[in-house]
Structures are given as structure tokens and as C-alpha cells.
């Protein structure tokens, strides 16, 4: 079998935000923000495989797997055989950074995703913290693993069929795939490495985040919980509970913390270097430099 059988179409090397610059704790999933640059040039499967083709793939088993209800190691043994059947070229799910500059490119052409689902390369993690920012897979285990048991999918978003946000982040186990969850496959050539080593940093910059919290507390909760008892409370209650209003104004301040605060900085991949933008000041720092690292 040949693998042009398969409709691919070459993407160019492009770029892509991931992530969202959302304040609050509620997407903390989804931070930070930050662009991933995809130098190489890939071809991916114009269509989700379709139950003909990988029936055709299978059909020297003994047994095919059914393709309405496929798990992770059928996927693999697909790719195996594919793979093996090939000296040029090597085939993988895509990584969510070149299914999303995929998807810019054939959007017009492709249904993207598909109604049932996409699924990617990458392992799930609980945010963004750490993940590879040129384009390759997100695999590895690390503390912010949200367990190697499960794989990133893509989704249609109701509604928002002709937005440029018309997909969702989802995720779907290794042994029981979301049913009639479907795939398409990236071609690379046999040369082309996946590699991790230029990453964003593993977490973010603590301090900051306590300052902003301390100045965010006395702003929204201490300064207007004093100002309320100065107007409502008894004589001397501000003396008498001090230590009380101060930590009335703090756990309001925490609980505005699930669905709002400013937004974050964005990162991005510039010159061999992580830098962070702020998002309200002409504020750029540099996080990691690469040209560092080099012996």
C-alpha cells in the first residue's frame, strides 16, 4: 500500500498563539498565552482518515480494529505500519501547534475540526507552563502532567462554526477513545527531529503574582471593607475589628480571584529568547535565553 492514497497538503512554515492571557484562576488552564513558531515545512491529511483507508491499512491482520471505536494502540499500530511501509517520509498525529496553523491554512478547504472530534499528539497538562515552543509534540511526563493515560483533542465549538476560535481544547483516554472521535495525520521527512529542549519556563514568576495579589487585596477588599464599616459599623468597631476586616477584605479579594483579574503577560519566542510582554505597560523581560544554554 502506498501512501498516496492519502489527500495531503503541504502548510508552511507559520506561527500560532496558544493559550489565553485571561486573569482569572478559572483559565488558569489555559495560560500563559504565548506563540509557538513552526520553521519546517509538513504536509497533513487534507481529510480525517476515513473508515476506507484504514480498513485498507489493516487489511492484512488477522483482525481490524473497529474504526467507530478505536483506542490509543490502534492508532499507534496504524502509524507503525505506515511508517513501515515508507523510506522517505515518517507519519504522526499532528501537535496542537500544527493542527491550529493547519487549520488557518485549509479552514476554507477542510472541515476543521471535524464534527466528532480531532485527535492530537500531545499529552494533556494541566496548563501551559513548560510546553515545547517550536512546534513539536508536548509528551514528556513532568509535574504538570495531567496524566500520560490521556491524549489533547479538538472540538468544534457550538455555534462558532465561521469564527477564527471555532475549535476547543478537549481530551480523550488512551484506552477508550471518545466514540467516533476521528485523526489526521502530519508527513515529515525521516530527518525531521521532534525536539523539547526550547520550552517555555515550568511555572510562573511567583513573586510577581503575590505582589499583584497584596496590591489587588487592599484595592478591591481591604480599602472598601474599611470604608463600609467607617460609614455602617458602630463607634469603635474599626479599632475593635481591625484584624476582622482586614481578613473579610482579603477572602473577597480571593473570591473576584476565580473569575477576574488583569490579564497576564504573553510570552513569546523571540530571537533564541523566551521574553514576557506585558499586556498594559511597554514592559518586555526576558525569562530564558537559549544562547545561554549553548556550550
Known sequence: MQTDIFEFIEIQPNEVYLGKDNGGLFFAAERPKHNVKITYQFAISKECISEKEWNDLFKNNEK????????????????????????DYKFRLPSEAEWEIAKKQLGKISDFPHKNGELLADQPHVSYWGA???????????????????????????????????????????????????????KLPKTHIDSSEKKLPLEYDRVEIIK???????????????IWAFFNAA????????????????????????????????????????ISKSPYRKKIKTLISFEDELP
Open 64 to 87: 481490524i480494529p473497529d474504526f467507530t471505536q478505536f483506542n490509543q494502540e490502534n492508532i499507534n499500530q496504524f502509524l507503525k505500519i505506515l511508517n513501515g511501509r515508507n523510506k
Open 132 to 186: 515545547p515552543c517550536n512546534g513539536s509534540p508536548w509528551l514528556e511526563e513532568n509535574p504538570k502532567g495531567a496524566g500520560y493515560e490521556m491524549q489533547l483533542s479538538k472540538h468544534p465549538k457550538f455555534g462558532l462554526k465561521n469564527s477564527k476560535e471555532n475549535s476547543k481544547r478537549g481530551i480523550s483516554r488512551h484506552k477508550y477513545h471518545t466514540k467516533n472521535i476521528k485523526f489526521r495525520i502530519v
Open 212 to 226: 499583584r495579589e497584596i496590591i489587588i487585596a487592599i484595592i478591591i477588599g481591604i480599602i472598601p471593607s474599611f
Open 235 to 274: 463607634p469603635g468597631y474599626i479599632a475593635r475589628g481591625f484584624g476582622n476586616l482586614i481578613l473579610g477584605g482579603v477572602f473577597f479579594s480571593l473570591i473576584t480571584g476565580l473569575i477576574y483579574r488583569p490579564r497576564h503577560s504573553t510570552l513569546e519566542y523571540l530571537e533564541n529568547k523566551i
